[in-house]
């Protein structure tokens, strides 16, 4: 059975850095592509990086040049880079993955890591 857990999160101040993981188990990574997805107070879901095995990653416009997202594929871990973080990164950070194509049709969540920023 495939599970996502992610870790990481945290409060930090402005301007700071978190880097967030998640570890995949029951599964070898070969073909797949994952997500971080972030859902703010009173907002709806939202992607943040689509990322898969060519290491090919797409990031929305928020998380274009500040974050990074990365695989281990011999950890089976996913990793989120954040920098330089603002006020409107506070959300909990989901992980998604699709183990099985490049399609992104996510099968699989993790649970959430929170991630608060402040002044």
């Known amino acids: 059975q495939v599970q996502l857990a992610e870790s990481g999160g945290a409060s930090v101040q402005i301007g700071g850095s978190l880097e967030l993981s998640c570890s995949i188990s029951?599964?070898?990574?070969?073909?797949?592509?994952m997500a971080w997805y972030r859902q703010r107070p009173g907002k709806e879901r939202e992607e943040v990086v689509l990322i898969d095995d060519r290491g090919d990653s797409t990031y929305e416009t928020f998380a274009e040049g500040r974050f990074t997202a990365s695989v281990d594929e011999s950890k089976n871990v996913l990793f989120l880079r954040m920098n330089s973080l603002t006020l409107e990164d506070t959300a909990m950070y989901y992980c998604?993955?699709?183990?099985?194509?490049?399609?992104?049709?996510?099968?699989?969540w993790g649970q959430g890591t929170q991630v608060t920023v402040s002044a």
């Open positions: 029951g599964v070898t990574l070969s073909t797949y592509c």
């Open positions: 998604a993955a699709d183990l099985m194509s490049r399609s992104c049709a996510f099968g699989a």
